[in-house]
């Protein structure tokens, strides 16, 4: 009977193993053709740039990601994928990790569910697509994780040297490995065999590694102002209570999948009862993923709501992960075959997204959406247009970029990591300001020659679009005529592109023009005889034309110059001569037009020559 089930437990171990092997080789060339054509994300644009400025630390993150971003396009040249190979080789060795943990502490056939697990989780699974510093953080995590199971049982020199090594790798990552040292140290201060381990001086020595790792950040810190600290604890933060947490919760529990999300809470659940049957390591695996996953869920409900952050309780979801595949032998056989399809699906859904991202007519359908992906969109349009732009004008025309985002992509679709910048609330938002500074990137608009100036119109919200127009004016002089407009996604993400003669030129601010479409209102359903109203306005020298537009073909000529004394009224700052007289209106018969799905747009045409179409905005026509 004893051979028997030593035998049973080996068909089981192989036919984990075989299925893990599989999953894992089939996401990692899906992983792999997904990376080759997705567009550059922002934050992976100003990561490359770093790493063309190599430094110990920077103003948004130490070195690491930096410098994996640098190694990846020194090795495989000026290619996103070759960018994102290091993290992807990194998080290709993460489940293995996984798998190999878990064996150690609840056998081969619950490791290599645990590494299956990891494969197909979607959070952890998508990881590595961008090369972003929680890949290496992660890494550093599973180390530190391994590490400190292994030293429960017994404090010897492997486990402290893979515990420095996860620490320094850690340190040199993010601001946030701060949190998974103190919920580790945490962690052991709980578990009595924990507590003996933190009296072992050599745990203290690879501690003394890991804290000299931070030097490199806590240099850069003290050199300028804390400026890197502030922007990371407080200047991003509002540290104040938003009910915008609970849907922090609820995505959350989609993206680890609703049932993988409640095994992993079973698990932190049983290791805070304890009791028999219930390990050290099992106590330290869920104390430290469940402290930590508890703790970004509360800091949800005070912290950053703006910018992309559901990765943040990864670390956490990781040494939970780990005793999954033990705790699902007390589920029925149908809710464990749940868990892992909604699990796979998930997976193939996240990626799904990625690819959608990636193909511009998918792309397209997002737009005039509140999930329009604009930071991976219009960036190889916008270079396109630059190219040939630049073509057109004095060789030594410098560029000249509006904020860091248009720097730092068309710094790596031109092979120019030194694009002069404007000053943005964007560079000071994302903290990446100082570091512009830093290198002499951030200027005031003073030229001694020829410059491109490329505006993201859309980076800035409508309410203040004007306002940031004039600034520019302030800072560069009036703004001639676009030499070209790049609408991407009938408009959604939007660039202008000025030519600036050398040296600033004095006189009233003239800007792109302004526009809005009262009715039909965006998605309306028409049929029939259609009225379509508005307003538009060009500052500095006033608009003479508006044409309506479908699916970016002339429509209709509109009668413009109509009364609108609301629109000067709002824009109190608008200096367009025509005010108030800035309404337009037109009539056309939808009964003519095809039915289904169109763009509705506006062709400005200013007193200047300039000619402007307007971001488009989408209207049903007929059933």
């Not at 009791?275 to 912290?303: C, D, H, I, K």
Request: one cysteine or more; proline letters at 7%; charged letters at 15%.
């Amino acid at each position: 009977m004893h051979g028997e089930t030593m035998r049973s437990d080996a068909q089981s171990a192989r036919r984990a193993q075989r299925t893990f092997v599989w999953l894992w080789a089939l996401a990692t060339v899906a992983k792999i053709l997904v990376a080759a054509r997705l567009p550059l994300f922002v934050d992976e644009a100003f990561y490359w740039q770093e790493g063309r400025h190599l430094a110990a630390a920077y103003s948004d993150l130490p070195g690491l990601t930096a410098w994996l971003a640098r190694l990846g396009t020194s090795l495989g040249g000026e290619h996103v994928l070759a960018l994102r190979a290091p993290f992807l080789m990194l998080t290709a060795l993460l489940p293995w990790l996984v798998a190999h943990i878990g064996a150690r502490w609840f056998g081969e056939t619950a490791g290599w569910r645990a590494g299956s697990l990891a494969v197909l989780m979607p959070l952890s699974g998508t990881l590595g697509l961008l090369a972003l510093p929680d890949v290496p953080m992660l890494f550093a995590t599973v180390l530190c994780l391994d590490a400190g199971a292994r030293l429960l049982r017994g404090v010897d020199a492997t486990s402290a040297a893979e515990l420095a090594l996860g620490l320094v790798i850690g340190a040199l990552s993010h601001y946030r490995f701060i949190g998974v040292i103190g919920i580790g140290f945490v962690a052991l201060l709980l578990i009595p065999e924990g507590r003996r381990v933190l009296r072992d001086p050599r745990i203290w020595i690879a501690l003394a590694m890991g804290i000299a790792a931070w030097a490199p950040l806590i240099s850069w810190n003290l050199e300028n102002a804390d400026a890197g600290l502030r922007f990371q604890l407080v200047d991003r933060h509002p540290w104040s209570f938003q009910w915008g947490g609970l849907w922090f919760l609820l995505v959350q529990a989609l993206l680890v999948t609703p049932l993988l999300f409640l095994a992993l809470m079973q698990v932190f659940w049983r290791s805070l009862r304890g009791g028999e049957g219930v390990s050290p390591q099992w106590r330290y695996f869920g104390l430290l993923g469940g402290v930590s996953t508890v703790g970004y869920f509360l800091l949800g409900f005070f912290a950053d709501a703006e910018r992309v952050s559901f990765h943040w309780p990864l670390p956490g979801y990781l040494p939970l992960l780990i005793g999954v595949p033990a705790l699902l032998c007390a589920w029925p056989a149908l809710w464990r075959r749940l868990l892992w399809l909604s699990a796979g699906l998930g997976l193939l859904v996240l990626l799904g997204y990625y690819v959608a991202v990636s193909v511009p007519a998918w792309r397209a359908q997002w737009a005039a959406s509140k999930f329009y992906p604009y930071n991976f969109a219009g960036w190889n349009e916008l270079a396109d247009a630059v190219r040939e732009e630049r073509a057109k004008l004095p060789p030594d025309t410098r560029l000249l970029a509006d904020n860091f985002k248009v720097g730092a992509e068309l710094g790596f679709a031109l092979g120019d990591p030194d694009i002069a910048v404007l000053d943005h609330p964007l560079n000071r938002k994302h903290g990446r300001a100082p570091q512009l500074r830093l290198w002499g990137l951030e200027s005031g608009g003073s030229r001694s020659a020829p410059a491109l100036l490329v505006v993201g119109s859309s980076d800035v919200q409508y309410k203040h679009l004007l306002q940031r127009y004039h600034w520019l004016c302030d800072a560069v002089g009036p703004l001639p005529a676009p030499s070209r407009v790049v609408n991407v996604d009938h408009g959604s993400q939007r660039f202008l592109l000025f030519a600036l003669p050398a040296g600033k030129v004095s006189g009233p601010c003239t800007a792109p023009a302004m526009a809005w479409i009262d009715t039909p209102v965006s998605g309306a359903r028409i049929e029939g005889a259609v009225g379509i109203k508005g307003w538009a306005f060009k500052d500095g020298v006033g608009l003479n034309r508006v044409e309506i537009l479908l699916d970016g073909r002339p429509l209709a000529a509109a009668r413009y110059g109509l009364p609108a004394p609301g629109v000067a009224t709002y824009w109190k700052i608008s200096n367009d001569p025509n005010h108030p007289s800035v309404g337009f209106e037109a009539r056309v018969d939808a009964s003519t037009l095809p039915v289904g799905t169109h763009w509705l747009g506006l062709r400005l045409r200013g007193r200047d020559g300039s000619v402007e179409d307007w971001p488009e905005q989408p209207v049903r026509i007929g059933d």
